[in-house]
């Protein structure tokens, strides 16, 4: 059997349990038609770079998938057929990477970084700028100090 990647885009006004109930129903498709699916993995909501179907976000979901070709493009044919799928994209590999994703990597080494900066960043990642708040440059001068000094020279 020949060994697939699929990624899946669904609609940002669907809830994570609709994506899982689709994810199941895809993974029953595979394995109907004597596949299997091998790693599920859930990337979230997700921004988009640009639209698509009106849609600024999507949910994003990776499948590793060891079936025939009918079997998938039997899942294939029902994911255009379905309106809560945005996009979806299927690539044939050479072998499945048991390892999680770079998407997955990405995600714990965030939470890593989060857990050990501690509190001292702001919601939008913000150092915190203690006493001197803004002025790290020191005072400005002022403007009619600058005119007397260059007309002395």
Do not use: C
Not at 20 to 38: A, L
Not at 73 to 91: G, K, N, Y
């Amino acid at each position: 059997m020949a060994l697939y990647e699929h990624v899946f885009l669904a609609r940002p006004d669907v809830t994570s349990q609709q994506v899982e109930s689709m994810v199941e129903t895809f993974k029953g498709i595979i394995e109907g038609n004597g596949g299997k699916v091998e790693k599920v993995e859930p990337w979230g909501l997700k921004t988009l770079a640009y639209r698509i179907k009106k849609s600024r976000k999507a949910h994003f979901t990776l499948l590793n998938i060891d079936a025939p070709h009918p079997a998938v493009a039997e899942m294939e044919r029902q994911m255009r057929l379905s309106e809560d799928v945005l996009r979806f994209m299927t690539i044939k590999v050479e072998a499945l990477d048991p390892e999680p994703s770079a998407m997955m990597q990405k995600r714990d080494r965030d939470d890593r970084r989060d857990d050990r900066r501690g509190d001292d960043r702001g919601p939008r990642g913000d150092r915190d700028r203690g006493e001197r708040g803004d002025r790290d440059r020191g005072e400005r001068r002022r403007r009619d100090e600058d005119t007397s000094q260059s007309e002395e020279s």
